[in-house]
């Protein structure tokens, strides 16, 4: 195994690896500084969403929220209306309810230890590590789905039962724990990727067992699924329906009045677009209905409904089609 390199060899890979990265290292807005607030919410925001993604929401939701403090006492509804279209709206709750503790129990301070970061709302293993390690320095190796495949190419196995952090451990480089940390990751995002490996211009590929060759998890088929929305227009005014409470995903969050199938007849949809959501690629079809039994409803002007916390399937939907037109009344 790759951890298993005599002691200059491992000390020779972290130099490569880190060289690499201070050369090659994307320009994301929240590494302009170690600020541990900037840390965590971007790491929140990167959990299972692309980085392509979280870029421009980071920028809005900083400009929004730029301290613990404020974010602490925002409402939930503007804190989820900042979230929107990032999906997985549990971070989001999870995160307010955490700035408050640190707030309120902890005057403003952050933890500087992953094992006091384990006590906050949405916290797990990787997120505490990769904000003490990067915000703070302490020596904690990372495990994502990034880290984790190139560790298993270095190695030439798949990673079981927690060896994948044993690994990373190993090969931690102690003195720039943070620096070393996304570099794994930013390798495992820009050159280690699941097809196509740039393995020539890899910095580690003196040490890779497999050179991308290794056939990995093998990749479970995504699930197909259609959607079915009501539009329903008054002047510029759309009217949204709001999420039960009890909801299992996305409660209270506001969206366009769901169908439960195509309506019949000869009407045409006034938009179809695609919309994937974890395992499963959606076909959204927006009918121009006058839906029945809505409860929880309300007419939004796009003035009002861009500052509502609406799903992000309901934004997409609103972006294209949301202007003064004809009316269909409910």
């Known amino acids: 195994m790759i951890s298993t390199l005599p002691q200059p060899e491992l000390r020779h890979l972290r130099r490569e690896l880190l060289a690499w990265f201070d050369a090659h290292r994307r320009d994301l807005p929240w590494r302009t500084d170690r600020d541990p607030y900037r840390v965590w919410v971007s790491e929140i925001m990167l959990q299972q969403t692309r980085v392509a993604a979280v870029v421009d929401h980071y920028g809005r939701f900083m400009k929004r929220f730029p301290t613990v ?16 279209g990032l999906g997985y709206y549990h971070r989001a709750r999870r995160m307010h309810q955490a700035a408050k503790i640190i ?7 952050f933890p500087s230890r992953a094992e006091e970061w384990l006590g906050l ?10 904000i ?32 994948g952090w044993e690994q990373a451990e190993a090969l931690l480089d102690r003195k720039r724990p943070g620096d070393f940390n996304q570099a794994m990751m930013e390798l495992g995002a ?4 699941p097809r196509a490996p740039q393995c020539l211009s890899c910095p580690l590929k003196t040490w890779c067992s497999t050179r991308g060759e290794q056939a990995l998890r093998p990749q479970e088929a995504r699930k197909r699924r259609q959607l079915f929305y009501a539009w329903v227009q008054r002047g510029d005014a759309v009217l949204l329906v709001q999420r039960p409470t009890d909801a299992r995903r996305m409660a209270n969050m506001w969206e366009l009045p769901p169908l439960e ?14 919309h ?10 927006v009918f121009p209905a006058a839906p029945t039994d809505v409860t ?3 007419w939004f002007t796009p003035q009002q409904w861009q500052r509502l916390a609406l799903t992000g399937l309901a934004r997409k939907i609103l972006r294209r089609l949301a202007s003064p037109g004809p009316e269909v009344r409910a």
């Open 103 to 109: 707030v309120r129990e902890r005057g403003g301070h």
């Open 69 to 84: 403090e404020v974010l602490a006492s925002a409402r939930e509804q503007s804190v989820l209306a900042a979230w929107s």
């Open 261 to 274: 199938s195509s309506p019949d007849g000869t009407a045409s949809p006034v938009a179809r677009l695609r």
């Open 121 to 130: 709302p949405g916290i797990g293993r990787y997120t505490a590590a990769a």
């Open 276 to 285: 994937s959501i974890t395992d499963t690629d959606y076909e959204v079809l």
């Open 132 to 163: 003490a390690s990067i915000a703070f320095g302490e020596p904690l190796a990372v495990v994502d789905g990034n880290v984790r495949r190139v560790l298993e190419r270095l190695s030439g196995w798949v990673a079981q039962n927690g060896t």
């Open 190 to 193: 820009m050159i280690c990727t």
């Open 296 to 298: 929880k409803s309300r």
